[in-house]
């Protein structure tokens, strides 16, 4: 079984910045994809970024392309979603997430079977 941790969410303003990051034990973390989803209130929880198990291949919504970084230390057994450029309408409930049959980004919440809690992050004008 594999258990996955987030932390690092928060109160930032507009153009700020926050990283957050995804503990996982269990199941070895480097043998699968892993991606961060968010849900804001009253909305389907969405797809924001993806990286392959090597950490080589990333995949990004286009709303946060340019802004947002996501990255892995399979070492540590961790991922990373580096958020700059803030926006308000980033705010939202952020999900780390496990793909253990796939070894490339995939944008699909259905190919995820591993989820974190959740750590909020709020961005204030």
């Known amino acids: 079984q594999v258990q996955l941790v987030e932390s690092g969410g928060g109160l930032v303003q507009a153009g700020g910045s926050l990283r957050l990051s995804c503990a996982a034990s269990?199941?070895?973390?480097?043998?699968?994809?892993m991606a961060w989803f968010r849900q804001a209130p009253g909305k389907e929880r969405e797809f924001v970024a993806a990286?392959?198990?090597?950490?080589?291949?990333?995949y990004y919504v286009d709303s946060v392309k340019g802004r947002f970084t996501i990255s892995r230390d399979n070492a540590k057994n961790t991922g990373y979603l580096q958020m700059n450029s803030l926006k308000p309408e980033d705010t939202a409930v952020y999900y780390c997430?496990?793909?253990?049959?796939?070894?490339?980004?995939?944008?699909?919440?259905?190919?995820?079977?591993?989820w974190g809690q959740g750590t909020q992050v709020t961005v204030s004008t």
């Open positions: 997430a496990g793909a253990p049959l796939r070894l490339g980004p995939t944008y699909r919440i259905q190919d995820y079977d591993y």
């Open positions: 990286i392959d198990r090597n950490g080589r291949e990333l």
């Open positions: 269990g199941r070895t973390f480097m043998t699968y994809a």
